[in-house]
């Protein structure tokens, strides 16, 4: 076996909790600049961090912006300035980022009397610029190579006018180029532009178009043809904007559903159907394989698929995840013709042939033959006969090692393929040649795809009002992707209902008939769990007035509210597991002692009364802690306590990373 390979360990029980799915590539670099075009501050969140938005991040910030890149967070502020770069002249460099090239060039004609000088790599000084620049010149921007010509290529320097007008452009190289300008449309009065030539790859001209019209300037297409924005103006800066998961990268965790043991159940959070990228596609062809999957508010939850099914698919408009379905193949019940792929062979590498080679490696048959293929380069597409016999004899002793031609897709989706317990005792039978050749997409995505295979964790989180608990819950449940539930909010919104229908806290017997016709239910926003009261959550900030506040520990002490709360907050245990969690994070009073006494890890929090007291008043709450405390702690049932070996975290003069970072050490310790 060769040294520089990774043996893929197989599933041997359900893949479970949130995939760690990186942001689509395409999708963060418009944001970047559609925010620096927006009139202010806008957090872009799920962001990729790879070289490409890396490259357009370091230009922003040459040309004056400011973009404050938060790696570990995941998270990007950028100021925008509605359609004004600070710098007038500048030095960039473009790498080999195609998007970064393409949107700046554009983006830098805004500027009114700008010269920029402008290179790439080697590789990017030989793709194609000249569709983008001959539209330019047209409005008055000139790109001049360094003798003084006008150039078709890096590198050049921009003279600019901060005009448009009518443009035509040429796209038939590269839909990026009509999507630079679609852009900076809306930034200039009476710009419009019309393609000249050929129709270019539609599924992201839609997604830039989508895009514009999410930051608040949609463009539309006059009769001739033509792209204008009819009220132009600055973009619209969002507070946040969610960057979607890479759909391509997503396609590996649909089909992992298909090869781990049953009661898989992945979470692939702010994923959506009807979302901006073509390879959303990938999941619907999946379902009519047998792929459980279930749309849920800002997420898709993949289940153990019913089956593997054959068919006849085309994979042309979304070829990126053919593979994910041609390993899949040779697990199928019956065969898989995959069409519409011809234009794959001269990706990364000759897709189809190498997925052809690698099948038959592992004794699957595979339609043309790899023979037929390197004699004929126009064949598009493969019929893939399933065999599981073939497959356990090829590995019989010991794991194939597959060819990944320097594809990271060809890396990703045998890796999913060897995630099936073939033998049916664990033993491994596929191994991954070059594994870090995902890094050009997926950096991480072997340790993601091992990350579906931790334990199902429990976490408690007790402690007095201010200790911290719901920001250091959050924080946690947002970086382990686990399930977070305030029961603290569960007190106040009964408390709230009762107050509404006039009980008092010493009319027992109307309380009880009161919570006795309340009907609680769950409803998951994000990574929360909320309890709603016939079938509405409660507003939040009718949850924290003065007079709730006041009346809360009072009703939390009744016997009645306890019991009526404890079956249900048991409850979201199962609710977590269901939803694809990767465990969940409760925080209360009574939550490690009475509601979840075997929680795995239970914390108990404490800070001094000053900065308990002082982090209230941050907050602009009218809120007595220490007199609400005394009536959580000296109540007779389940009363406020450290729970008996609860790790005691004392964060009065510890950050929230520090605390968390304590934390997330304990759950993995557990989780493995
Ligand atoms: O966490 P909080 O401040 O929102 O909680 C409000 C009140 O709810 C708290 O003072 C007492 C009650 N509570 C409780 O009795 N048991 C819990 N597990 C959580 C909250």
């Known amino acids: 076996m060769k040294s520089n390979s990774l043996v893929i360990q197989p599933f041997r029980s359900a893949a479970r909790g949130l995939a760690q799915v990186p942001g689509s590539k395409s999708i963060t670099n418009r944001a970047l600049i559609l925010a620096a075009l927006a009139d202010g501050e806008t957090l872009l969140t799920g962001a990729l961090f790879s070289r490409d938005t890396r490259i357009l991040i370091a230009a922003l910030q040459a040309l004056g912006f400011t973009v404050l890149a938060d790696e570990s967070a995941h998270t990007i502020k950028v100021h925008g300035l509605g359609g004004k770069i600070p710098q007038a002249s500048a030095k960039i460099h473009v790498g080999n980022a195609g998007t970064a090239a393409r949107f700046l060039t554009a983006f830098l004609a805004l500027a009114p009397q700008g010269r920029y000088e402008l290179d790439g790599d080697e590789a990017m000084r030989a793709r194609p610029m000249a569709g983008l620049l001959t539209a330019l010149r047209d409005a008055g921007c000139q790109a001049l190579k360094p003798d003084g010509s006008p150039a078709t290529h890096f590198p050049f320097t921009l003279h600019t006018t901060g005009k448009l007008g009518a443009l035509k452009v040429d796209a038939s190289a590269s839909s990026q180029l009509l999507s630079a300008l679609l852009m900076v449309l809306p930034l200039s009065n009476g710009a419009s532009v019309k393609l000249d030539g050929a129709t270019v790859s539609e599924p992201f001209v839609d997604m830039t178009v989508k895009m514009c019209a999410q930051f608040g300037r949609p463009l539309s297409k006059n009769a001739e043809g033509a792209w204008r924005c009819s009220q132009p103006g ?37 994923y959506s159907a009807e979302g901006l990228q073509g390879d959303t596609a990938f999941a619907p062809v999946a379902a009519q394989c047998g792929a459980v999957l279930e749309s849920a508010p800002d997420a898709l939850l993949v289940k153990s698929w019913r089956k593997i099914g054959g068919g006849d698919f085309d994979f042309n408009a979304f070829s ?51 023979a037929q293929l390197q004699a004929d380069d126009s064949l598009s597409s493969l019929k893939i006969y399933p065999d599981r016999e073939a497959l356990r ?51 991480t995505f072997f340790t993601a795809l091992a990350a579906q295979k931790s334990k199902f964790v429990t976490i408690t989180i007790d402690g007095g009002a201010a200790s911290g608990k719901s920001s250091t819950s959050r924080l946690l449940a947002e970086r382990q992707g686990l399930l977070h539930v305030d029961t603290g909010l569960h007190y106040r919104s009964l408390t709230h209902a009762l107050l509404q229908a006039g009980a008092r806290v010493d009319q027992v017997s109307l309380v009880e008939s009161l919570l006795q016709k309340i009907s609680l239910g769950s409803q998951i926003i994000g990574q929360s769990s909320r309890l709603t009261l016939g079938g509405k959550i409660p507003d939040e900030a009718a949850l924290r007035t003065p007079e709730v506040n006041a009346a809360v520990s009072q009703f939390a002490a009744l016997p009645a509210v306890r019991n009526c709360l404890l079956h249900y907050q048991r409850s979201q245990v199962a609710l977590a597991q269901n939803a694809g969690f990767a465990g969940i994070v409760m925080e209360g009073r009574d939550i490690g002692s009475v509601v979840l006494p075997q929680a795995e890890v239970r914390i ?22 220490a007199q609400r405390d005394h009536l959580d702690s000296t109540r007779k049932m389940a009363p406020l306590i450290c729970p008996p070996g609860a790790t005691r975290i004392d964060n009065t003069t510890l950050s929230l990373n520090e605390v968390v970072q304590q934390i997330s050490a304990l759950v993995h310790t557990a989780a493995r």
């Open 393 to 443: 004899q090829k590995a019989a002793h010991g794991p194939v090692s597959i060819h990944t031609y320097e594809d990271h897709r060809m890396a990703m989706s045998f890796g999913i393929l060897g995630s099936y317990d073939l033998f049916g005792d664990g033993r491994p039978w596929i191994s991954i040649e070059d594994p870090g050749c995902t890094s050009k997409t997926f950096p």
């Open 320 to 370: 990126d995840t053919f593979l994910t379905l041609a390993t899949l193949a040779g697990l199928a019940d019956s065969p898989v013709k995959i069409c519409g792929i011809g234009h794959t062979r001269k990706q990364e590498t000759d897709r189809v042939l190498a997925m052809a080679t690698e099948l038959t490696r592992l004794g699957i048959r595979v339609e043309p033959t790899v």
């Open 604 to 625: 108990f929090l404490e800070a001094s009364p000053e900065a308990r007291t002082q982090r209230r008043a941050a907050e602009g709450q009218a809120d007595a802690v």
């Open 234 to 270: 600055a973009y619209k800066a969002t507070s946040t904007y969610v960057i979607e998961p890479d759909a391509t990268a997503a396609s590996y965790f649909i089909a992992l559903g298909a090869v781990a043991g049953a009661d898989s159940r992945i979470r692939l959070r702010h």
